[in-house]
């Protein structure tokens, strides 16, 4: 069984920019219940279709599985949950971490988040300066979530 252990923080500024090329992502749901969501995603060329459990802390189970480039455009355009999330995803290698910084556009345009995936909870991580505070436990952060009430929409 795959295992997540991940922790999100905000991002601070536009420094880390400069530390790595970003790659576009494009994302939908086809659950996105608590419980266990459903996820189709396309990474330029590449498909994927993932599932995860119920975030406990800040792990939950998860099944990653490559499908064809058609047939997650196709999810994705047909049947997944709309606004689907649109991003840019730069990976920053701090010491022996890797953060990916995602920058979101569309519906969500204006959040930036780094997530850092850790081999357990308790590791300890040194944070570049351009992190800021931590949202790890903040559902309203979660991708899934962010279809149902995107960042545009939070002054509201």
């Known amino acids: 069984m795959g295992k997540e ?9 536009e420094q880390w920019k400069a530390a790595a090329k970003g790659t576009v992502y494009r ?5 996105s219940a608590k419980e266990r969501v459903v996820r189709v995603r396309t990474i330029e060329k590449e498909g994927f279709l993932t599932i995860k459990g119920i975030t406990k802390g800040v ?3 998860e099944f990653e599985y490559e499908i064809s480039v058609e047939d997650a455009n ?4 047909e049947i997944c949950e709309k606004p689907l999330i649109e991003k840019k995803r730069y990976k920053i290698a701090v010491g022996a971490l890797v953060f990916e910084v995602d920058e979101f556009f569309g519906e969500n345009e204006g959040l930036v988040v780094a997530e850092v995936e850790l081999a357990d909870e308790k ?8 992190i800021g505070a931590e949202v790890s436990g ?3 952060y979660f991708n899934s979530n962010l ?6 929409k939070w002054q509201e």
Do not use: A, C, T
């Not at 252990?5 to 905000?10: A, G, M, V």
């Not at 590791?123 to 351009?130: N, V």
């Not at 279809?147 to 545009?152: N, Q, V």
């Open 74 to 77: 196709i999810m994705l355009d």
């Open 123 to 130: 590791q300890k991580i040194d944070l570049p300066d351009w």
């Open 5 to 13: 252990i991940e922790r999100k923080f905000l991002v601070n500024g």
């Open 27 to 31: 994302q939908g749901y086809l659950s």
């Open 138 to 140: 903040d559902p309203r």
């Open 59 to 61: 792990s939950r189970s």
């Open 147 to 152: 279809i149902r009430h995107p960042y545009k």
